[in-house]
């Protein structure tokens, strides 16, 4: 790896959702990551610009100064640095079965937006922080680790059964005038949360320069997403989240179901089998911009093997096939390595109805690993 570094005709992507590093030709990514662009240029979500990054601070410092120059939070607020954001890709490998299947024509890449750097990155922050409570609900999964114990709790009728919903593409199809528009009416007009200005109108402003003048560079070219949330920004999170949230309230708590939770964008339920599943159907025409998937019955939700019998859920470590432990002999550093150990422990004794067997898969899988006292 140290040498291919050298070689401007190779790109390092790392995987998606594991530690995985995938070693690609520059222009097999190029061309990727083009494709992705200009899907989004067709759509809507991008437009190409020139570099104006610096009629870009000099307005929102205007604008900073204006109309929040008094606000608490003003410091923290200002630019700290000015460049464009960065666009790359990671790989989707946790899509492939076994990381022997993976390929180049299939394989598919997420693009993130790096906006570390950029003149309205600190004051994103601020805004996320501040904007967190309206994406909370009584339906969110805080982490991973807390699943297990909601799903351990509920039983299953004979009639029913488990499915889970995946929302795709979720962060690049919120529709963001709407959301913004939503987020002023419960700040405003519901009085969820106390004002972080007076006036509606320049609040409402602030949240567009901060989620729609995001210019970033890929290749030499820059670009504009004016629609949508880009992966990498420290609003795009939450914004999702409101937008979700504001979902549930519209379709999910009036049909009152049994059990219902989500995961950012992973959602699980229960229904009746023999019945249309109405709860889908609501979710999925809730907006045009917005499209689910189902999955009955899955055997596995975020990092939670799932094992029905009578009803009954018991629950085991999700561990993708193929996924290999960090050899006990590598450079990387002991503690790290130890560190390792006891994460997993820890994710066992969290998730797993059966914490001994589990000690026992770690064990046989850390001596695998060449793992020595």
Known sequence: MRSLTSNDNIVFLSGDKDS?????????YVTKVNS??????????????????????QNFQSFLRKNFSKHKD???????????????????????????????E??????????????THAASKVLSDYLQPLANNEYVIKNTLTFADSIKSINLED??????????????????????????????????????CPNRLIFKRLLQRLIKDSTFSFNGAL???????????????????????KMEKDKVKPSKPSFYKRYIDDIISKRVISQSDDLYDALNSYHPNIKLTAVPNPTEFLDTSLVISNGLISTKVFTKKGKLPTPWKS???????RNAISGDL????????DFASEIYQNQIEIHKCGFSY
């Open 106 to 119: 299939q394989l598919k890449l997420r693009p993130i937006v790096d906006q570390t750097g950029t003149h």
């Open 36 to 57: 992705l662009l200009d899907e989004g240029l067709i759509t809507g979500k991008y437009i190409r610009t020139t570099d104006s990054t610096e009629k870009d601070l």
């Open 223 to 245: 670009y504009k997403q004016i629609d949508g949330c880009s992966m990498g920004g420290p609003l795009s999170v939450v914004i999702s989240g409101v937008f979700m949230a």
């Open 159 to 196: 009639n029913e059964e488990l499915v889970s919903y995946d929302v795709e593409s979720l962060f690049t199809s919120i529709p963001v005038d709407e959301t913004i528009e939503y987020i002023c009416d419960e700040i405003y007009v519901h009085k969820k949360i106390t004002p972080f």
């Open 331 to 337: 450079r990387v550093p002991i503690r790290y390595k």
């Open 20 to 28: 995985s590093i995938v070693v690609m030709d520059k222009c097999d």
């Open 346 to 353: 820890h994710r066992s004794k969290k998730i797993s109805s």
């Open 74 to 104: 003003y410091a923290k607020m200002r630019p700290i640095s000015n460049q464009p954001a960065r666009l790359f890709a990671t790989a989707k490998t946790h899509k492939f079965d076994n990381f022997e299947d993976i390929n180049k």
